[in-house]
């Protein structure tokens, strides 16, 4: 499952930066306290990155706050754990309908494979001229 870019992983990229500001802390102060690598540290903030309960658990702890105070803080700004189960849902989805693409694909014939290619590419009506108006 695809994750970043989530809801959830832009708040909590959010909740580390509140956090973060109100604890007077840089970044990089956040980074060297909690043990992680400059590109993870990065990517977290961004919010482009899923992070794992340990890492939630070391930045926290950098910061002075309950890894628990950020959780709850993240899913409140991504709009409850409806919305984030209902993004969670559609991500799946995705997944499912590409896993079965990827599958009817594997099972098709060089020619009919090369059939899809063109269809996907050709579009029929591109081929003809439109009609004079006078």
């Known amino acids: 499952m695809e994750t970043k870019d989530s809801r959830l992983n832009k708040a909590m990229a ?13 970044v990089e102060e956040v980074r060297l306290a909690a043990g992680l690598t400059v590109s993870t540290m990065n990517r ?3 919010g482009s990155r899923d992070i794992n309960v340990t890492q939630i658990g070391r930045i926290a702890g950098a910061i002075g706050v309950t890894p628990s ?4 803080k993240a899913v409140a700004e991504a709009g409850g754990m ?14 499912a309908q590409r896993a079965k693409r990827q599958a009817t ?7 009919e494979l090369e ?13 003809t001229d439109e009609p004079e108006h006078h």
């Open 14 to 26: 959010h909740a580390i930066k509140v956090a973060r500001v109100d604890a007077r802390m840089t």
């Open 44 to 46: 977290v903030v961004a």
């Open 69 to 72: 105070q950020l959780v709850k």
């Open 82 to 95: 409806e919305a984030i189960m209902s993004e969670v849902a559609a991500t799946n989805d995705l997944d």
């Open 105 to 111: 694909a594997s099972a098709m014939t060089p020619e």
């Open 115 to 127: 059939a899809e290619r063109h269809a996907a590419t050709t579009d029929p009506e591109m081929d």
